[in-house]
């Protein structure tokens, strides 16, 4: 069982680190908000990955079947709210001081991560076919077992990388002057939005004449 906590802790953990909208929505949050808000948003992503990892485990059908129906939907709601998060970080303005934390901004941070990890069904993919190179899927006496086990590693994987990303964006937080602030604002909320405008364009590409 070890062996499988220790694979989900990789895998989660790994999975995590490319730079994605997550991770710079959860850098900007960080600089503008405080650790808490970045680490929530963070919290947010790595709940949304222990649930895709439990349907690619488990194979829950009725999850998947749902997101390959849906996948259109998902990618439009997504791609949306994409570009929506983009103009905002890019037209915002950075605190002179730093933010209150309140329980609804958190809340709020959560679940808008929470929210757009799910509009990528790509990533339960991503855990299956990462997970039967682990070696999951031979359905022995202890299956489920470990299956649950490697999930439980997979989630705190993803939220030790979410608490080392924004405990370093923290630290670093006061070597960077307002000025400096604007500039990382604008660069990831026009990347924020690229993100959005490339999910959007996903969709017309399925529609195009093979």
């Not at 694979?7 to 790994?14: A, D, E, N, V």
């Not at 901004?105 to 339960?124: A, E, I, Q």
Request: proline content about 4%; overall charge positive; some cysteine.
């Amino acid at each position: 069982m070890e062996a499988y906590f220790v694979k989900g802790l990789i895998i989660g953990f790994s999975l995590s680190i490319p730079v994605g909208p997550i991770a710079l929505l959860c850098i900007r949050r960080t600089l503008a908000r405080g650790l808490l808000s970045g680490l929530f948003s963070g919290l947010g992503a790595a709940t949304a990955d222990i649930v895709y990892g439990a349907a690619a485990g488990f194979g829950v059908g009725f999850l998947a079947n749902f997101l390959i129906r849906h996948d259109i939907v998902l990618r439009l709601v997504g791609g949306a709210f994409l570009c929506f998060l983009g103009i905002r970080t890019f037209q915002s303005v950075p605190p002179t001081s730093p933010e209150n934390h309140d329980e609804i901004g958190l809340v709020r941070d959560y679940v808008s991560t929470l929210f757009l990890t799910f509009t990528n069904p790509m990533t339960m993919f991503a855990f299956a076919a990462v997970f039967a190179a682990a070696g999951v899927g031979e359905r022995d006496g202890n299956y489920w077992l470990s299956t649950a086990v490697l999930v439980l590693g997979v989630g705190l994987g993803s939220a030790v990388w979410w608490l080392c990303l924004t405990g370093l964006v923290s630290f670093l937080h006061g070597r960077i002057n307002p000025a400096g602030l604007r500039i990382i604002n604008r660069i990831s909320g026009a990347a924020i939005g690229l993100f959005g405008i490339g999910v959007l364009l996903s969709i017309v590409l399925i529609f195009l004449p093979k």
